[in-house]
């Protein structure tokens, strides 16, 4: 059974503060790492991809992939009210031909202004 | 149209009805996807199309039957549904690798009555 692991907050920070959301992983030969930020309603949208060790940065966020210890991990540096939403944790393995994404249950973020 | 596109996006049944949900993508993707989304709970894939051949077919219950014409077009036949199939279902498609994105529509959120 390939799971993937967050907890599932609430999450508050304050406005302009770091939002630093974690995730684990059960599957060794993991290849792909994604975070997505769903709003409530709406479906999720790719925040991040990362697919070696290390950190992975794109504007305000930066993704963090440590094989080793199967932990994936996102910042939100300067977090604004906008940011509130779940992000969602996913990983790529293969089964029976495809590749397919197992989801965390997703971590729900307040950010207070 | 651009992305995506689910319908019907919101959809009232009873348990004895028969409805399908739609799902298109303009993105020249090779593989589409369902899931379910229910409170609390992961995202659970379904059902996975990779070049149009249905490559795992989960232990998801006959109640859902899937259909893939070609590669842009994806439904979901239901019929004698339960109250607990009441739920946000989701298309996704990506191009079928290990590292490619799944980009998501906007969900289909049903209620079996």
């Known amino acids: 059974q390939k799971e993937v692991e967050q907890n599932s907050g609430p999450l508050s920070v304050p406005e302009g503060a770091i939002a630093s959301l974690n995730c684990t992983y059960s599957d060794r030969v993991s290849q792909s790492f994604f975070w997505y930020r769903q709003y409530s309603g709406k479906s999720p949208e790719l925040i991040m991809s990362?697919?070696?060790?290390g950190d992975k940065e794109d504007g305000r966020f930066t993704a963090q992939l440590n094989k080793a210890s199967q932990y994936v991990s996102l910042l939100i540096r300067d977090s604004q009210p906008s940011d509130s939403a779940t992000y969602l944790c996913a990983v790529t393995h293969s089964g029976a031909g495809s590749y397919q994404l197992t989801f965390g249950k997703g971590t729900k973020l307040s950010v207070i202004p | 149209e651009t992305g995506v596109t689910q319908t019907p996006r919101h959809l009232v049944m009873g348990m004895t009805n028969k409805k399908s949900l739609k799902c298109e993508q303009h993105l020249g993707h090779n593989a589409m996807y369902w899931y379910k989304q229910s409170a609390k709970k992961p995202l659970e894939l379904m059902f996975v199309?990779?070049?149009?051949?249905?490559?795992e077919n989960n232990s998801v219950p006959s109640r859902f039957s899937p259909e893939c014409p070609n590669s842009s077009h994806l439904f979901l036949h239901l019929h004698t549904l339960q109250p607990e199939d009441s739920a946000l279902y989701l298309c996704?498609?990506?191009?079928?690798?290990?590292?490619?994105?799944?980009?998501f529509g906007p969900g289909t959120r049903l209620t079996v009555l």
């Open positions: 199309y990779s070049l149009e051949e249905r490559v």
């Open positions: 996704a498609s990506s191009q079928g690798g290990a590292t490619d994105t799944q980009y």
């Open positions: 990362i697919y070696s060790n």
